[in-house]
């Protein structure tokens, strides 16, 4: 099984500032990476898939880049309603494994 | 528009059974890999299971392989999850997601599985 790792666990960011988001898979996942938000009560929303391309309606704002095993999300300039946790998941081997989650809150 | 709706959620007891449903609309159905993923309260998201469009190819997850099924009918537009021999750890809320370029590009709102004595 892949492992997914994400960090840092909680990222505290002002609004307008920009945030950063690792994620690591314990081995290669080619560009077959997704990264989705969720709110709480609220089903997760794919942000990202193919590692950097962003999903319909998706703001400019987000951006993803990397590939193999090191990926990274940057929100370039935080939103209030983007304050959220942030899950990246791997679709490349069948068993579709996400990480543990990075919540961004406000500082 | 897409819509994923499920239902068939509840209380049950450990060692019991449930069978989930999800039904599609605004695409069309068969065409498209369907999984289930879970996220117990206060918890991480869990992928549970994947169907391919025509339901020849499925997986589990390790946690789950044995005891849940994974089945669809495309001429009802639903997707379905029997979970048997359930436990305590199967608490979770149980989204039904569509597939988008391989990704799970549309959710459900969920169901809520509660496995309690």
């Known amino acids: 099984e892949i492992v997914m790792t994400q960090s840092p666990a909680t990222l505290s960011v002002s609004p307008g500032e920009r945030a950063t988001l690792s994620c690591r898979a314990s081995q290669s996942v080619s560009s077959n990476l997704a990264w989705y938000q969720q709110k709480p009560g609220q089903a997760p929303r794919l942000l990202i898939y193919g590692a950097s391309t962003r999903a319909t309606g998706i703001p400019a704002r987000f951006s993803g880049s990397g590939s193999g095993t090191e990926f990274t999300l940057t929100i370039s300039s935080l939103q209030s309603e983007d304050f959220a946790v942030y899950y990246c998941q791997q679709y490349n081997n069948w068993q579709f494994t996400f990480g543990p989650g990075t919540k961004v809150d406000i500082k | 528009e897409v819509q994923l709706v499920e239902s068939g959620g509840g209380l049950v007891q450990p060692g019991g059974s449930l069978r989930l449903s999800c039904a599609a609309s605004?695409?069309?159905?068969?065409?498209?890999?369907m999984n289930w993923v879970r996220q117990a309260p206060g918890k991480g998201l869990e992928w549970v299971s994947y169907i391919s469009s025509s339901g020849s190819t499925i997986y589990y997850a390790d946690s789950v392989k044995g005891r849940f099924t994974i089945s669809r009918d495309n001429a009802k537009n639903s997707l379905y999850l029997q979970m048997n021999s359930l436990r305590a750890e199967d608490t979770a809320v149980y989204y039904c997601a569509r597939e988008k370029k391989g990704a799970v590009g549309y959710w459900g709102q969920g169901t809520l599985v509660t496995v309690s004595s």
């Open positions: 605004g695409f069309t159905f068969s065409s498209y890999e």
